[in-house]
């Protein structure tokens, strides 16, 4: 939690999303966005504190959302606000809007990594074990970008029983480090963004054979430092029916498999081709090497 609690923020809700005394908490009391803003920085999604500069920040957010029942997410669509969450914490809430200049260091907001755990069971996840290890040791930082996309078939073959005549499609993704296997026999993803978590953006294709650029988030953290090569798993859907995503063409059809692809990415500066199946993409790589701590 960095930037406050939603449900801590609408007190008449808390008990049911967290149970037994929650509103004598002081947990609760300072989860919420106003004791932040008072305490620590104002406005609360922003990192302004020149003392985060000399400081190596990262920032995680887990999106299984059914911790609960899914009574956070039921809250959320109840006030029309839906947001990807772990069930306890919204994504959002997890990460600063913006970091300042004077926040920095090395120039560099903070790291991000998606893992699709709910807020409890993360504690359990290999991959997150390995990312904080790599973390207290942070010397290769690497970004991979989604840059553009071209997919041959869109799948959206149903426009008799919609005005809609585009296909919505989202492309998930799971990295996988080599030597974090190699050094601690640890298989498990060290960042997931995965369509059924919520937080994908959701892109627009009108025809088969249609490209977009893309830009899409896929890691922003560090990695061991003699990584020479990561494994991307994609897996591209398109939508058809899907509350968490906004679209609502077919009740009774909610999703099409429009490929599956694993690429191994080099962990060196560049713009790299791949293709799969049914669609071919860009990805970017930049890595940055942090200096000795």
Not at 8 to 16: E, L, P, S
Not at 142 to 149: G, H, P, Q
Not at 150 to 176: G, L, Q, T
Request: aromatic share 10%.
């Amino acid at each position: 939690m960095i930037t406050g609690n939603y449900a801590a923020d609408r007190k008449k809700y808390i008990q049911k999303i967290y149970g037994g005394n929650a509103l004598d908490s002081i947990d609760i009391t300072h989860m919420t966005s106003d004791w932040i803003e008072e305490n620590f920085q104002n406005p609360v999604s922003d990192a302004s504190s020149p003392y985060y500069i000399n400081i190596l920040l990262g920032q995680q957010a887990s999106t299984d959302d059914e911790l609960s029942d899914g009574a956070l997410t039921k809250l959320l669509f109840l006030n029309g606000q839906f947001s990807a969450n772990d069930g306890t914490q919204r994504v959002k809430d997890c990460r600063f809007d913006e970091t300042l200049t004077e926040a920095r260091l090395n120039d560099q907001p903070p790291t991000f990594t998606l893992i699709h755990k709910n807020h409890l069971s993360l504690k359990d996840h290999k991959g997150v074990w390995a990312n904080v290890m790599i973390f207290l040791n942070a010397k290769k930082r690497v970004k991979i970008t989604l840059v553009n996309a071209k997919v041959e078939d869109i799948k959206e073959e149903y426009h008799w029983y919609s005005n809609n005549e585009r296909a919505e499609i989202v492309f998930a993704s799971k990295v996988h480090s080599s030597k974090v296997d190699e050094q601690w026999g640890i298989e498990e993803a060290i960042a997931e963004n995965t369509r059924s978590g919520a937080t994908l953006s959701v892109h627009h294709y009108d025809e088969d054979g249609d490209e977009r650029e893309l830009n899409q988030f896929i890691l922003d953290q560090f990695v061991p430092a003699n990584e020479t090569e990561l494994r991307i798993d994609f897996k591209v859907e398109e939508i058809d029916y899907a509350a968490k995503y906004g679209v609502y063409e077919r009740l009774n059809h909610h999703y099409d498999l429009v490929d599956k692809t694993q690429v191994m990415v080099p962990v060196k500066n560049g713009i790299y081709a791949f293709s799969g199946d049914n669609w071919s993409f860009h990805l970017k790589v930049e890595v940055i090497n942090y200096p000795e701590r």
